[in-house]
């Protein structure tokens, strides 16, 4: 009769295990919006559906846990207690074992769950509609807006856009999606400010969302090109690279946008953080055949009167006869709202 009250705790730890760790899985499949009003002790009020689970199942471990302590508690005090009452000190065994058995068990499932992919233990966010750089777009993903409107809400204008105006956008948003990376982008950034990257990867994959491959061949959460990944790392890197390590595509981004900083490319544009977005969106390229037939976004603009703003101005800058660019001047205007909400310098 123990043995078989033993053999339906372990059943039922065993199942709790399971449950615990494979929601994450679950999860990917689920695509209804909620707006959660309770607050998870210790997580406080999420603002997202996904880290609203995300708080639940990092509380469900704690509970494991303290409970497993508690119950290892109770069941040495009645070991202690037991005064060589062996029915009294097989159950205190029994229950110490137990606890045991379901610590091992939920340690061994995230562990194995872990190796084989790390995102199988984490819950991303929901794939989002929209995309960064689809002018006209109603929302863009996780947080971002239809950014080329509102930075050229005359589309014969000559007066440079003035991306500043995109910090008092009130509907760009920061996607706390983007938390669970801060560690990654803290450690890899090669001196680049961390904000820089967490905007990126928020407009790039929607915070690690949609890893690609790209209808351009970009992939992982920074959306690199696997050659540019490649020639960054002095190795090859492949898409599945950048899809499985998102240290390898934060390091490697982190490396390409401070190779570009110190670009003369990007140094002419009237504020250099829009030029960096904008690069990363249309390439960094300035003269010769990035200007020509089709404008990069860093290329001049072009004499007034002719298709562009006048001299000094960029073409990204200009939205006057943009060429193509209105996906980069939205990708710029949503980077630098989303780059004065996290605190970028």
Known sequence: MNFKI????RIAAIFFAF???FT???????????TPMEEIPGFGKPTTYEAYVLAIYKFGLWTVGISAVLMISIGAFMYITSAGNTSQSGKAKGIIVDAIIGVVLALLSYIALYTINPNLVRINPLPTSGAAGTPGAPNGPSGTTAGYKKACPDSNSTVPIDYSKATNDTDIK???????YKTLFDNNSSKVDPCLLRTMAQMESSCGSNKGPSPSGACGLMQLLPATASGLAGKTVSCTDLINSDELSIKLAAEYIKQKQASSCA??????????????????????????????????????????????CLAFECCVDPGGLEESI???WNGVGLYAKCGGK
């Open 267 to 312: 140094g002419a544009a009237k504020d250099k953080n829009s030029a960096i977005f904008a690069g990363y969106n249309s390439g960094y390229g300035c003269t010769g055949s990035a200007c020509s037939p089709e404008k990069h976004a860093l290329c001049p603009s072009g004499a007034v009167g002719s298709g562009g703003c006048g001299t000094g």
């Open 174 to 180: 920061l996607s706390s999606a983007c938390d669970q």
């Open 6 to 9: 033993k053999t339906k705790q």
């Open 19 to 21: 449950l615990i760790f």
């Open 330 to 332: 939205n990708y710029a």
């Open 24 to 34: 994450p899985l679950l999860l990917q499949a689920m695509s209804f919006k909620y």
